[in-house]
C-alpha cells in the first residue's frame, strides 16, 4: 500500500520530479553538450573585435533579407571520399563558383545564423575572397551601381561621410578613393567606423578554415 503512487505523497512528489529532471537533461542539457564540444572543434572565424561589430550591423542593416550564406548541397549524389563525405553543390547553386556545399560546422560560431533564404543579391559565404579590395566594397556600398551596373542593392551612403573626421579619430575612419562615377558632391569621402567594421566582416567571410587543401579556388 505504501508504494501506491496515488496515496504516497513522496511519490507522487519525487517520481514526476525525478521523471523532469531526466527529461530536461536528455532533450536539453545533453543535446547542448554534444553541440557545444562540436562547436569549439571548430576554429572561430574571426577573433577580432572589428569584423565581430559587423556582423552586428551586417545583421541590423537586414543585407540578409537579399543576400544569403549557404551553398546547398544535392544530397542525391553525396559520396565518401577518403572517409570524409563530400556532397556535390546543386546546380541552381553552381552559379556562385563555390565546389563545396555548405557543411554544419560554417555555422558553428554563428549567433544568430546568418543562412538566409531569399536571393535578390548573390550569396555571400565567400565574399572576402572573390572580392578581397576593401575599396571596392566601400564603392559598391556607396553606390552599388558605381561598380556593378544595373545593381538592384540599395546604396548605404549613411556609413560613410564628406565632413573631415576629427584629428583624434582619424584612425577609426578611412578615406575612400573617389572614382568616377561614384556619385559623391565632393572631393575627399570617408568610410566611417561602421563602414570599416562592415568590411572587415564581409572580407572575413572565405570559409577558408574548412576549405584548406582541399580546393583551390
Ligand atoms: C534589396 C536587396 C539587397 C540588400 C538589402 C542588400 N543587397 Fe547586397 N546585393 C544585392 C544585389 C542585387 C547584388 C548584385 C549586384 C551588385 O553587385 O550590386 C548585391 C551584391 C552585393 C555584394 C557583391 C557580391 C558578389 O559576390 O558580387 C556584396 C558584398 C553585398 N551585396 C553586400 C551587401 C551588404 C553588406 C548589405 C547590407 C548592408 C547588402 N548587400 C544589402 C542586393 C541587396
Redesign the pocket.
Known sequence: MGLNIHTNHRMLFFIPAISYLVLVYLCAVWPAMVEMEAMEAVPKPFEDELPAIGRKL?GS???V???TQQIRGDERKATDVDGVRTTPVLTADARFGRELATRAEEYAWQDPVFMGTQR???D?SS?GR??PAVQW?YW??YN?QAV?PG????P?RFLFTTTPPPPDEEFDYEEVLVIEGLGVKSDRLWATPDAKA?VEY?LSLKREHLEQGRLAK
Open positions: 551586417y542593416y537586414n543585407c533579407t537579399c543576400h535578390t543579391g548573390p555571400l565574399t572573390r572580392l566594397h559598391h556600398l552599388p556593378s545593381s538592384l542593392m540599395p548605404h562592415l564581409l
